[in-house]
């Protein structure tokens, strides 16, 4: 105790230390943060629409052949692929508006048969369509150049 009286900076330098210290450890353990995106099971699953890195795909969601188109001009970049469901839209709904804004993703619409979310220069637009009595889910994927 008398320490603490004599020398307070180092004691509150010892405080700053231990904590940093505790707070570095806490992240880097992957079963500290049980409640986040594991207990969605997405991240366990890698699974990823086509052609991105890290928007998750709902389950029961399958790709359709040859229907994705993705090109770059100097303006940015466009990306559209199709996906085929048995799930419910809205349960494909839920889980985009759960699991999105937690990757950086900002709700900015949302309609009837569409989601719209922002983040940084990308734009990601989630159409839901019924083609030939299938439910269809088309993700559209631009970013503009910096």
């Given amino acids: ?3 603490i009286i004599k020398s307070p900076t180092k004691f509150f330098l010892k405080i700053a230390v231990i904590f940093l210290f505790n707070i570095t450890l806490f992240s880097c353990n992957p079963k500290a943060h049980e409640g ?4 969605n099971n997405f991240f366990s699953q890698k699974k990823f629409v086509d052609g991105t890195q890290d928007i998750p795909l709902a389950d029961g969601l399958e790709i359709i052949d040859d229907d994705g188109v993705e090109f ?3 303006l940015g970049s466009f990306s559209t692929v199709n996906y085929k469901s048995k799930n419910d839209k809205d349960e494909i709904t839920k889980f985009y508006n759960l699991s999105l804004p937690k990757l950086g993703w900002e709700a900015i619409k949302t309609t009837k048969n569409s989601l719209i979310f922002q983040r940084d220069n990308q734009k990601l637009e989630i159409k839901f369509l019924l083609q030939n009595s299938q439910n269809v889910v088309i993700f559209l994927i631009t970013a503009k150049t910096k």
Avoid: A, G, K
Wanted: hydrophobic fraction near 40%.
């Fill in 1 to 3: 105790m008398l320490e």
């Fill in 36 to 39: 986040n995106f594991r207990s």
């Fill in 72 to 74: 770059d001009t100097i």
